[in-house]
């Protein structure tokens, strides 16, 4: 059983579209992080979410932990092709657990 | 260094065989974790060393695995008699401080086929 459902699984879109992507889980945690990684190198950090109901901003991205502290989602606005990538969110704990990911395309 | 290093980059190796993979830490980092890395399941966690603490190796698969953190720094993950079901990305990250909520650096990987 996996600790973090990330949904979708695969995205394909076209530049200029808006998408969310889920992360849900039926354990609390007491924070929770968004990676992107791109194919032949490691995930690298984009946020920290710590309070619940806590929004952040990252230029087109915005990252929202729920007030559960169960369950997040990011939001991009306006994809480009740069943003191509797997999403991956982990959840802290003494390990950090990391969903499977959504891996996402954006087609120019 | 500025970065997580990983070596080497890519590893194919024949059943049975053994294989060390290497992993170089930010400098100062106390916290190092191993996770594999296979397509379409997310990465999973396989050991963590937090100073000189004993290593949580509770994610090891099996006993051909081990691991050590030579110095507090360096750390070399060990297959022993590969199994062609080990073939995966092998992930370092490291952390300034271990446990809960804090950011986490990644090296590039360590693309491991076995043949």
């Known amino acids: 059983t996996q600790l973090l459902e990330q949904s979708p699984q695969f995205l394909s879109i076209q530049e200029g579209e808006n998408l969310t992507v889920y992360c849900n889980s039926s354990s609390v945690f007491s924070s929770l992080q968004w990676y992107r990684q791109e194919p032949g190198e490691g995930p690298v950090l984009l946020v920290t979410?710590?309070?619940?109901?806590e929004v952040k901003k990252l230029k087109r991205l915005t990252f929202q932990f729920g007030d559960a502290r169960k369950d997040s989602s990011l939001h991009i606005t306006a994809a480009q092709p740069g943003d191509t990538g797997l999403y991956l969110c982990a959840g802290a704990r003494h390990i950090p657990t990391f969903g499977r990911g959504t891996s996402l395309i954006v087609h120019p | 260094g500025a970065g997580v290093s990983q070596s080497p980059s890519n590893k194919v190796t024949e059943k049975g065989k053994d294989v060390e993979l290497r992993c170089d830490p930010i400098s100062g980092h106390t916290a190092l974790y191993w996770y594999r890395q296979s397509l379409g399941q997310g990465l999973e966690f396989l050991i963590y060393f937090q100073g000189n603490s004993a290593p949580d190796k509770s994610g090891l698969p099996s006993d051909r695995f081990s691991a050590e953190r030579t110095g507090g720094s360096v750390s070399t993950l060990t297959i022993q008699r590969t199994q062609q079901e080990d073939s995966a990305v092998y992930l370092c990250?490291?952390?300034?401080?271990?446990?809960?909520?804090?950011?986490?650096?990644f090296g590039s990987g360590t693309r491991l086929t076995v043949v």
């Open positions: 979410v710590v309070t619940g109901g």
């Open positions: 990250a490291s952390s300034s401080r271990g446990g809960a909520g804090y950011g986490y650096t």
